[in-house]
């Protein structure tokens, strides 16, 4: 651990609407994914700690689920909690939108941030989208005069365009204080979390718009021994139809989402992995809090 005096060390949550970019940028600032991604919204369910440790600065940071307002189920309830939680108690505050996009949720997740914090950095994410580049500075000079952000930063986390600049702000702002973590540590998730999520982002990819948010992963069995690491894990559908579409013909789909599954833990884990897989139907286990709870979401 870090200990000298010049050692500065913070927390740093990034929150922002579904679908934002929020974990492309923490696992671009960190240079290394921790956090599963997607196209679709919500990928996101649970809050992670990534941590940058560089120079004297140590900066850990919290992605955590994107806030949606048009879904009432107890999942969707978890995951705005969370990510409400998220803006209390923190050193700064990354806000986080998609290009031009400033919507009513952006409004409603706004008033939730206390009114005396003054460490919050709004961040304008996908400016490689951004078609209309002359409406860039109007934008951000009108959110400025409308909002009480502490900087105001326009990057992309995909292309990473203007890391550089966010990451020397955010250690302008960190508090004093000996490191935390130590500095080879880029995540604090368990193996076994990190393999759930990992197979989870592999069945989003390859399934339609509706079904990502009725799959949720269970790891039941993870064996590390001398050469190999054993993984069975069971993904959980609501329906026996949407079982039949993640199992796929004669069980194409699931042997697509294992083998993809497999070379990223055998890269992360750094290990040869046996992974089986099975699908099962729970249903409405999205929407009932006492099936949630055992499923691994922190209800408190």
Known sequence: MKSESKAKSGYVSIVGRTNVGKSTLLNSLLGQKVSITSRKPQTTRHKLLGIKTYKEFQMIFIDTPGFHLDHKRALNNYMNKVASSAMKGVDVLIYVIDGLNWTEEDKQLMEQIPQDFTSSILVINKIDKIKEKDS??????????????????????????????????????????????????????????????????????????????RITVSIEKYKEEKSITHI???????????????????????KAIGTAARIDLERNLE??????????????????????????????
């Open 232 to 254: 069975d894990a069971t993904l959980y559908v609501e329906k026996k139809s949407q079982k039949g579409i993640l199992i796929g013909e004669k069980g194409s789909r699931l």
């Open 136 to 213: 860039l500075l109007p934008f951000i000079d009108e959110l400025s005069k409308s909002y009480r952000f502490s900087e105001i930063v326009p990057l992309s986390a995909l292309k990473k365009q203007n890391l550089d600049i966010l990451l020397k702000i955010i250690s302008s702002r960190l508090p004093k204080g000996s490191h935390i973590y130590p500095k080879d540590q880029i995540a604090d998730t368990t193996e076994r979390f990190l393999a759930s999520e990992i197979i989870r982002e592999k069945c989003i990819t390859r399934v339609g718009d509706e079904l990502p948010y």
């Open 271 to 300: 290990s040869k992995v046996m992974l089986k897989l099975w699908v099962k139907v729970k249903s409405g286990w999205s929407d009932n809090e006492a099936m949630l709870s055992t499923m691994g979401y922190d209800l408190g």
